[in-house]
Every structure is written in structure tokens, then in C-alpha cells.
């Protein structure tokens, strides 16, 4: 259920079935109402019969479908019939829709959402997208009437919503609006405090002065002592106004939710911008967020809008339900999702009383970024943490209106509405007096250290893709960019580089080092961030979330190395390429085919895998040429070792990235789908014909008394959420350089890596994940269905025990297996921590339980006194923790011929993104079990080949006690 389907269906039921639902009961059906991340059934709190309808048993679903064209109600017995995301899955929806209208009433509405575009989502299929004319055709199919129907503009669904009915009646009840403002009582003092040096209406009454708007707009009107300030053309919107003062001529009251004004103004001010508004609207961040692309398709390069309410001054004003009279509700958030969404839009946060207010300029009316991403943006959002963070509370980054800063700000802000300032010297004055007025400047989040010699074509795109405008979700108050030359013929300057970024300090290394290591001690002793970043090599483009990514990641452990692996630029590694007349104009030119200012992973498109990462994204590269560490640990290890002399530093970068994995306290983090791209840049290592590696090698034994070796430590994978890593990693797939984590893993001189082909196991893990038995969710693969047929009747079964229940179709067709083999009862034990199974079988013993701490859940007596042979069946969490847990737990209780099968370890193979969180966990966990008990148990190598090496979802997973 996406956002905008929601908001979709709240419009239809307030607009023509709230007022009727007030005075009668009504019966709803909702037709594929499974309860799949929400449900239509939250619109409606009283006075219904609510029937949710699917194909399937699902939350949410009250009545099952025997056939999917088949309504089994009788006519004209449906109030409602509500269809959301449904109907582009039927194959003949026009046969669903002609069920519809036959069971709703004759005076009941039909409310159709479907999508007119977006991606293939198939649940089991995905036929269709709709246009208009499509239910204009479905109401003359089935003699019916469309009394409404519009076309969503928020992506990526587009939804098309239409309203039906039999009569044609397209009359609106009328309808008593209930008051939008609960009164609050009993409020607590404690949760009542307000912050902010100066009120908020001052800082208005200043920017009206200054700006001089022709046309002003102001969403939230209530008593309206903000929109008495404009003395221009003003429009005030508000469901509720309550006016306490006398507004001029020139001031208009639209009484009116702003998304229904904005539906019907299709110009607001006679095709004049808006030059100013003020939103304070609903204090829910959906609806700032939809004012705000709402007025900015009005807005002129030049105009600017301020939100109230970004900053609460206790978690208790920052709840989505009001509990106190001083309440924000979460617009907060609405500030980082700008901030992450919008890094083109200059955004200033005032430290004003009550609850602060942001300025933002920069408008662009014809972006559609917020338009097209809504529905994951909200998606997003609500899985924000609800309290708000402490750099909110604490008004961290807030801008201070006291004092000679603000004025210039303001004087700033004036001369880019009159004209007199051209776009981007007044983003970057808005930007440098932002950051210079801030009421408090905290310890930076991160620095980022830039080495670089001769680099005048190549640090220029280095800086762009590390400036707050091209990384996402950080701006340039949270880090500065350090860029430490190391004599070349002609320096970087500021005033260049600061055209890119205003968080930008060059520093000139003197030294005479050929090495960049002094260069890079220089920058990362002068560094003033909490986490510093380390581009040894100034020729390395970033990916777009790689900054903020390091910071979040850093900031929940303070251990952390954070490493990249690296890919080069052009079709083949730079030291081939190089051979074949790859050079700085054939580099230029494979730029250009790709947009890489708007869109940073397109580089993707235009890369390889670097010598040092040619093993892929799921192995540790042998150096990472952009990583990241806590100050506190940089000091604990060490910095760069300056013994290392050589030209470009021979192994000085592979040294330090070496001993930060070995570090005894570091916990090795690399990302996922973030990286550097390497340009060419006629470089001593990369990009010569003879790289001298012979003697870096000998330089790197006689600082360290032992050749190189890479690390080879254990690590964690982080999946970078702004990257698409899914695209990113097909592309790695069909440059043939990519391989996956359980590559490298074996076990008694057998690898875990099975024959199934990569290419086909996304489509036979989707047919595994839409499996059922006996109408319940089975997710079993058709290889190991087979299999364990053969192991039933090898062993001769008597008593299964299953570790991971989920919805138990599983259990329940080992016990009907077990029940056609032998003439009595079987046992069948299943475990989960949380069980969402429905199934009730009297051979089925069901328990709640961790696998972590089984002996809190399964009796040892009981175990004793099964019935033998048992098979014991680790399905649980798949990670290796619980799995090797398992394994330990079962070793004393098992006996000789007993198996046990480590379920699943085909997730190292499964090429989608969200696998990667498994860490291999269930092959690691036999690896380690078998490394202590392989005289105990027999590897099941027949079993785990019946179909061809390991073609099994358990590789090497069946183990037989001996």
C-alpha cells in the first residue's frame, strides 16, 4: 500500500460516503484487501462491515476467492466496493470489475485505483496499466457510471481513480466538517518549554520587508497574525480560519484544505509567481511535503518559502497524534528529506521561538525529483525513528537572527529578488552566510582528505562529485574538503574550487616528497571532523551517497574502517587500457556519453572493477582508495607511514589500508553499491606502460621486514541506501566481473558454490516465494521437495524437528510425508520466534522460541523419547549466529543415523542486494561445525547431488550423524 493510494482513497470516502456513513451502517468490500504494508480498512473506525477480499489467506483478508473472476456475494448487497492495486493484476479485470458492479447497491459507490505506470510488479502477474479511457470503456461495458476519475501526478504509480456508480447521480452529500484542533488539557509543563532566541513573527515581518513580495501565500491561516504582515496580493488557505484582526482588501481567505485549493487553482496568482510563502499548514510531515511541491510549481527563481515548525523543543511536540499545546508534529523530518531529496535548494534554519522556522530559495517549478519519488519518500519517512534526534532538539545547524549575519543574509535574500544577483553566487553567499551565522558550529561530522599533484583536469571532477550539491543527503554545514596539494606546477586555489563547494580548505604541503604521504598526514592532522575520509589520490570521482553513508555508519560504531572497493573509468583496467591508446581525450570523450553531473552512478555504466577489486563486491579488496575512520582511531593506528618514499607512494595506500583491517579493535565495514572512479591521469602505478611493482614491493619488505600481504579479515557489507544496487550489480554481472560471497567457501574439498545458474535463480526464487501447500506458504524449492522425498525414504523418517516455522506449510507437509510412509502418528516439532502460522494439526506441536536459546524451549526428555530416525531441520533466521547455534545445540541429542540439514545456504548466490545481510551466515556456520565435529557426522554428498553439484537450496547442507 503506497502513500498516494491512501491519500487517493481518504479523498473519495470524505467526498462522497463520510457524511452517509455518519447516519447508517454500511457493508465494505475491498477487493485484494490484503493487508500488504497497510489497508483501506484504517478510513473507516465505526458504523461498517468490512470484508476484505483476496485469492489467498493473508492479515487482512476475511473472505477467500474460489475463483479470481468470481464475486461470491449476491447482487446489490455492497454499500462499497473499494479495488486499490488490484485490478492491473487480472488477466480479464474487465470480467472483476463486472462483479463489482453487480454486487454493490444500487445508490453505492465503486472507488477504482489502478496504476498508469510504474515498474513490473508481478503478485502473480502484472498485466496492465490505465488510462482514462479505460474506465470510460469499463462503465460502458457494464452500463455503469463514471461520475469522476483523475490521474495522480506522483510517481512511481501515477495511480488513475476513478468513482462509479449506477445511477449517474454525481451530486456530494452534504457534510459537518469535525474540528481539525483538539483541544488539549492536563498538558505537562515539562512538555511545554520553548526554545528560540527570537519570535518567529519578527523573523516574517523582516523578510516581508526586505523581499517586498507582489504575491504572497500562506497555508495555516488560524487567527491570521502572520498574514497580516503581507501588504500585497495575498491568499491565505484554511480549512478552519478563525481571524482575530482586521486584513486588508488585498488579502483573500480560501476556506479550504490546501490539497483541495490546489487541485482546483490551476494558477493562483493570474500566472504571476508566488514570491513568497509561509507554510503552516497540518503539522504532519505528508502534508508540508505536498504544499511544498504544490507551491513550487507556482514559484520563480527568485521566490522564497519559509516552513514554521522544523524545530520541536521536546519529543513530546514532535508526536504525529497531539498530545501538547506547543506541537510540531514531525515536520522535522520534512527538513531532512529536502536535505537528502532537493541538495539543489539552499536551506537555512532559524533559531526562532516557538518552534523555528526554514528559508528555502532556490526554487525550481519544473522538478519533478519529489514528484516522482513520493511514495518512497513517505515510505522512507515512516520508518524514521519517531523521536526526533538530538541535533533537532538541540537546534544544531540552526542560523541565528540576531546580530550583523542575519542582515547580510537578508541583504542577500533581497538583492536575489530584485534581480541584482545572478542564481549561483547568490546560492553560494546564501550558503557561506548560513554556515557563518549559525548560532552554534559543532564539532564537524566529517572530513574529507584530498591528495593531489598535476591535477588540473581531474580535481576539478573530483571536488564536484564530493560538493554538498552532487553527494546526497549531507550538506555542507556537516564536513569540510581538505584538499592538501603536493607541489604541482600550478596550485589549486579557493576561489576556483569553491565555484564547486564553500566547505572548501586547500593546504599547501612543502615537503619536496615525491610520496603523498606527508601530504596526507598534513590533511588529516589538520582535519577538524569527527570521521575523517582519506583520497590518497586526488583523480577519484565519488558515487553520489558515499559521504553520507561513511557518517551514518561510523556514528553507530565508532570502530568502524568503512572501505570501498574501487572501479576505473573506460571498458577494460586503466593498466590495459593504457596499451591501447587510453589517454585523457579518449577519457573526455566516454565522459560525455553519460550524465554523470545529474546522475553520479551512470559512471557505473562507463567502469570497471579495479586491479585491486577485481574480486567484486563480496570480497575484501587488497586496498580501498577511499575509506573512512573515527579520528580517535586514525590516532590509535596510526597515520599514513611517511618511511614510504617512492614515487606516487609505491604501497603507502595498500600499508595503511592493511593495518586498519588488522587493527585489533576495528570492525571492517564495505559498502555496497558506493565506490570511487578512478580517471586517468598518466599516474607512476595505474596508468603507466611499466608500473615499478617490483620495487614497491621491495620498499614495502624493508619498512616492514615481510612482503605484502592482502588482509584477509572478517567484514561486514553495508547496502548504501540511495544507490540502486540491484542495477548496479546486473551491470557488474554483465561485465563478466563479478563474483559472489560464497565463491571462495568450501568444506571437505567441496565448494558451497552450486551449478545452478545465477541467471536463473531470481526467477526460480520467485516461484519458491509464491509456493504453497495445502493453501498455506511452503517456500520450498522444487530441488529440495525432491530430494527430501528421497531422504524420507532412505532414512525412514520417524519424527521431524523443525527450527523456523514461519507460516508452517512446511511442518505441515512433513507430516502428511511422513503420515503416507508409516501407519502411525508421526511427530513433527516446530520452532520459531515469531510464528505467524494458522495451520492446526494434532501431528503438529508448534512452539515459540529463539534458536539462540533453545534450551529454554525444547525439553530434553521430550527429544529423548521421539520416535528415531529424526531428521532435525535448521530454517531459522539464516544468519550465522542462530545457525551454528543450532548445530551445537543438536550435536549431544542427536543419534547415529539421525540427520540434520542446514537449510538455505543458497542465499550467497542469490544475486539480489538483500541477501547480502546473511553474510554467507549458514555455509559459514557449517564450515566451523564440521571444522570441530567432521569425524562425527557424514557430508550427504548424494543428497546435496541428486540433481548435479549442490543443485540444492541446502548446499552441503545434510548432514548424517555417524
Request: glycine letters at 6%; proline letters at 6%; aromatic letters at 10%.
Amino acid at each position: 500500500m503506497h502513500a498516494s493510494s491512501m491519500e487517493n482513497m481518504r479523498k473519495c470516502y470524505q467526498k462522497y460516503v463520510e457524511a452517509k456513513i455518519l447516519k447508517q451502517k454500511m457493508k465494505i468490500l475491498d477487493l485484494g484487501g490484503a493487508n500488504v504494508n497497510g489497508t483501506y480498512s484504517e478510513l473507516f473506525s465505526y458504523n461498517v462491515e468490512y470484508i476484505g477480499a483476496d485469492l489467498e489467506p493473508h492479515p487482512g483478508v476475511s473472505l477467500v476467492l474460489d475463483e479470481p473472476n468470481k464475486i461470491p456475494l449476491p447482487d446489490n448487497s455492497i454499500d462499497l466496493v473499494l479495488s486499490g492495486q488490484m485490478l492491473e493484476h487480472c488477466a480479464n479485470f474487465w470480467l472483476v470489475f463486472s462483479e463489482m458492479v453487480r454486487v454493490v447497491k444500487e445508490d453505492g459507490y465503486i472507488f477504482l485505483i489502478a496504476p498508469s505506470k510504474g515498474p513490473i510488479h508481478r503478485y502473480p502477474v502484472d498485466c496492465y496499466r490505465f488510462y482514462p479511457d479505460a474506465y470510460e470503456a469499463l462503465a460502458s461495458y457494464t452500463k455503469c457510471h463514471l461520475i469522476e476519475c483523475w490521474r495522480d501526478q506522483r510517481g512511481p504509480w501515477y495511480d488513475l481513480v476513478g468513482v462509479f456508480n449506477k445511477t449517474g447521480d454525481t451530486s456530494v452529500p452534504e457534510k459537518i466538517e469535525p474540528p481539525l484542533l483538539v483541544p488539549i488539557s492536563n498538558t505537562n509543563s515539562a512538555k511545554e518549554i520553548v526554545k528560540g532566541e527570537t519570535p518567529y513573527i519578527d523573523v516574517l515581518t523582516r523578510l516581508h520587508r526586505r523581499l517586498e513580495p507582489k504575491n504572497y501565500l500562506e497555508i495555516g491561516v488560524r487567527h491570521g497574525k502572520s498574514i497580516v504582515l503581507a501588504n500585497c496580493h495575498a491568499i491565505g488557505v484554511d480549512p478552519q480560519p478563525e481571524l482575530k484582526v482586521q486584513l486588508p482588501s488585498s488579502t483573500s481567505i480560501v476556506t479550504s484544505t490546501s490539497d483541495l485549493f490546489f487541485e482546483k487553482k490551476k494558477e493562483i496568482f493570474h500566472k504571476e509567481p508566488v514570491d513568497f510563502a509561509f507554510i503552516d499548514g497540518m503539522h504532519l510531515f505528508e502534508y508540508v511535503l505536498r504544499d511544498f511541491m504544490n507551491i513550487e510549481r507556482f514559484c520563480g527563481p527568485q521566490s522564497v518559502v519559509v516552513i514554521d515548525d522544523i524545530y520541536p523543543n521536546t519529543p513530546a511536540q514532535a508526536t504525529r497524534n497531539r498530545e501538547t499545546q506547543v506541537w510540531t508534529g514531525d515536520v522535522w523530518k520534512f527538513y531532512r528529506c529536502l536535505k537528502e531529496y532537493r541538495p539543489d535548494l539552499c536551506l537555512v534554519p532559524i533559531d526562532t521561538s516557538p518552534t523555528g522556522l526554514l528559508i528555502i530559495t532556490g526554487m525550481q517549478p519544473d522538478n519533478r525529483i519529489l514528484w516522482k519519488q513520493y511514495n518512497s519518500i513517505v515510505s522512507c519517512v515512516d520508518g524514521m525513528a519517531e523521536v526526533p534526534p538530538k541535533e533537532i532538539l538541540n537546534r544544531t545547524n540552526a542560523i541565528s537572527a540576531v546580530g550583523i549575519w542575519f542582515k547580510k543574509y537578508l541583504n542577500t535574500l533581497s538583492r536575489r529578488r530584485k534581480g541584482n544577483l545572478p542564481l549561483k553566487p547568490a546560492r553560494q553567499q546564501l550558503s557561506e552566510l548560513a554556515y557563518a551565522t549559525a548560532r552554534t558550529q559543532p564539532k564537524l561530522k566529517l572530513s574529507v582528505v584530498v591528495v593531489s599533484f598535476n591535477m588540473n583536469r581531474e580535481l576539478p571532477r573530483t571536488i564536484r562529485t564530493l560538493a554538498e550539491s552532487y553527494q546526497k543527503g549531507i550538506n555542507a554545514f556537516e564536513y569540510e574538503i581538505i584538499i592538501v596539494d603536493n607541489g604541482s606546477k600550478k596550485r589549486p586555489t579557493a576561489e576556483f574550487y569553491r565555484r564547486f563547494a564553500s566547505n572548501i580548505t586547500i593546504l599547501n604541503c612543502t615537503s619536496g616528497s615525491v610520496s603523498p604521504a606527508q601530504a596526507m598526514n598534513m590533511g588529516i592532522r589538520k582535519a577538524k571532523g569527527e570521521i575523517i575520509g582519506a583520497f590518497i589520490d586526488g583523480a577519484r570521482m565519488a558515487s553520489p551517497g558515499l559521504l553520507r553513508t561513511a557518517i551514518d555508519v561510523i556514528q553507530q560504531n565508532a570502530n568502524a574502517v568503512v572501505g570501498t572497493i574501487a572501479f576505473h573509468l573506460g571498458h577494460s583496467v586503466q593498466m590495459e587500457s593504457v596499451h591501447e591508446g587510453y589517454n585523457r581525450a579518449t577519457e573526455n570523450a566516454l565522459l560525455e556519453t553519460v550524465p554523470w553531473k545529474k546522475d553520479g552512478y551512470a559512471l557505473y555504466d562507463i567502469s570497471v572493477f579495479a586491479g585491486s577489486s577485481r574480486h567484486g563486491w563480496f570480497q575484501l579488496p587488497n586496498e580501498s582508495n577511499a575509506f573512512f575512520m573515527h579520528q580517535n582511531l586514525w590516532k590509535q593506528i596510526g597515520y599514513f607511514e611517511e618511511a614510504f618514499q617512492s614515487k606516487g607512494g609505491g604501497l603507502v595506500n595498500l600499508d595503511m589500508w592493511r593495518r586498519a583491517c588488522t587493527f585489533k579493535d576495528s570492525d571492517i565495514i564495505m559498502l555496497l553499491g558506493e565506490t570511487t572512479f578512478h580517471q586517468f591521469h598518466g599516474g607512476i602505478a595505474t596508468n603507466s606502460s611499466k608500473p615499478p611493482m617490483q620495487q614497491f614491493m621491495n620498499e614495502y619488505k624493508k619498512i616492514r621486514s615481510k612482503p605484502f600481504t592482502p588482509p584477509d579479515e572478517p567484514y561486514t557489507l553495508r547496502i548504501s541506501k540511495y544507490a540502486d544496487f540491484d542495477k548496479i550489480l546486473s551491470v557488474s554481472v554483465e561485465k563478466r566481473q563479478h563474483t559472489l560471497p560464497g565463491d571462495s567457501l568450501s568444506v571437505q574439498h567441496r565448494k558451497f558454490r552450486s551449478s545452478l545458474p545465477s541467471t536463473h535463480l531470481n526467477d526460480i526464487q520467485n516461484g519458491v516465494m509464491k509456493s504453497v501447500y495445502r493453501d498455506v506458504p511452503f517456500f520450498k524449492s522444487p530441488f529440495d521437495i525432491a530430494i527430501y522425498l528421497q531422504l524420507l525414504a532412505k532414512q525412514k523418517t520417524r519424527s521431524v524437528i523443525e527450527i523456523g516455522t514461519k507460516h508452517g506449510g512446511s511442518a505441515l507437509w512433513f507430516a502428511d510425508m511422513l503420515s503416507a510412509m508409516h501407519k502411525e502418528r508421526p511427530t513433527v516439532i516446530s520452532v520459531d520466534i515469531d510464528p505467524i502460522s494458522r495451520v492446526r494439526d494434532d501431528r503438529i506441536t508448534f512452539l515459540r522460541g529463539d534458536a539462540a536459546k533453545l534450551d529454554d524451549v525444547l525439553d530434553d526428555t521430550v527429544i529423548e523419547q521421539l520416535p528415531r530416525p529424526l531428521l532435525v531441520i535448521e530454517d531459522s533466521s539464516h544468519f550465522y549466529e542462530h545457525t551454528l547455534a543450532t548445530l551445537k545445540y543438536f550435536h549431544p541429542r542427536l543419534k547415529s543415523g539421525d540427520y540434520i540439514v542446514v537449510e538455505d545456504g543458497i542465499v550467497s548466490q542469490l544475486p539480489h542486494p538483500q541477501y547480502r545481510q546473511y553474510q554467507d551466515g549458514p555455509n559459514r556456520a557449517v564450515i566451523d561445525f564440521l571444522e570441530k565435529h567432521s569425524d562425527a557426522y557424514t557430508l550427504d554428498t548424494a543428497l546435496c547431488d541428486f540433481f548435479g553439484h549442490n543443485v540444492t537450496y541446502n548446499p552441503n547442507g545434510f548432514l548424517q550423524k555417524k
